[in-house]
T-cell receptor, first 113, second 117 residues
Framework: DTAVSQTPKYLVTQMGNDKSIKCEQN?????MYWYKQDSKKFLKIMFS???????INETVPNRFSPKSPDKAHLNLHINSLELGDSAVYFC????????????FGPGTRLTVT | AQSVTQPDIHITVSEGASLELRCNYS??????LFWYVQSPGQGLQLLLK??????LVQGIKGFEAEFKRSQSSFNLRKPSVHWSDAAEYFC???????????????FGQGTILTVHP
């Protein structure tokens, strides 16, 4: 059984388009995260939600908007895609009381052309 | 601001040899410390963590790490590497600030481990 799943796994799109990445976890966790891994492999947190409430919001362009319909799902919508948005995006989840023990999805490789 | 440095981008070892992956952090106080592993096509998996207490921590898959406050280091070790250990390894830190940071991990750049038969 997949614990944290992301769709799609690969996403190739043109500049200016709007795209979404979906994340689902079946671990019963109440906190979910989005990370961006750039071309130099640095993994940086973007957002964190706990029970559908935004609790971490790093310095991320307004074009990125997370949406959490329930605590098992955290989607990432990106408007007006730019070349610099090309990266691997990871979703993760945890229990709030052990928020550093995070379980990661396999990643979504986004390529903007 | 806190930061994590993994000085070795790529390490190659022979199967059965010992392994040490280096991690240095920069932070005003002792942070929480972690090692994650990422196998090809997979998400990151937590190997081990240090919060406080004994500075030598044991993790899964036979890995251990030692926290050395004087050196601001948290190096990962394994006495005998298996071919299945080939993966990318990430060191991470988080503020030791109680419940206010909610999982805000800062990762190093990663070290790719190649294992020769």
């Amino acid at each position: 059984d997949t614990a944290v799943s992301q769709t799609p796994k690969y996403l190739v799109t043109q500049m200016g388009n709007d795209k979404s990445i979906k994340c689902e976890q079946n671990l019963g966790h109440d906190t979910m995260y989005w990370y961006k891994q750039d071309s130099k492999k640095f993994l940086k947190i973007m957002f964190s939600y706990n029970n559908k409430e935004l609790i971490i919001n790093e310095t991320v362009p307004n074009r990125f908007s997370p949406k959490s319909p329930d605590k098992a799902h955290l989607n990432l919508h990106i408007n007006s895609l730019e070349l610099g948005d090309s990266a691997v995006y990871f979703c993760a989840s945890s229990h709030r009381q052990s928020s550093y023990e995070q379980y990661f999805g396999p990643g979504t490789r986004l390529t903007v052309t | 601001a806190q930061s994590v440095t993994q000085p070795d981008i790529h390490i190659t070892v022979s199967e059965g040899a010992s392994l040490e992956l280096r991690c240095n952090y920069s932070y005003g106080a002792t942070p929480y410390l972690f090692w994650y592993v990422q196998s090809p096509g997979q998400g990151l998996q937590l190997l081990l963590k240090y919060f406080s207490g004994d500075t030598l921590v044991q993790g899964i898959k036979g890995f251990e790490a030692e926290f050395k406050r004087s050196q601001s280091s948290f190096n990962l070790r394994k006495p005998s590497v298996h071919w299945s250990d080939a993966a990318e390894y990430f060191c991470a830190v988080a503020p030791n600030a109680g419940g206010t940071s909610y999982g805000k991990l800062t990762f190093g750049q990663g070290t790719i481990l190649t294992v020769h038969p």
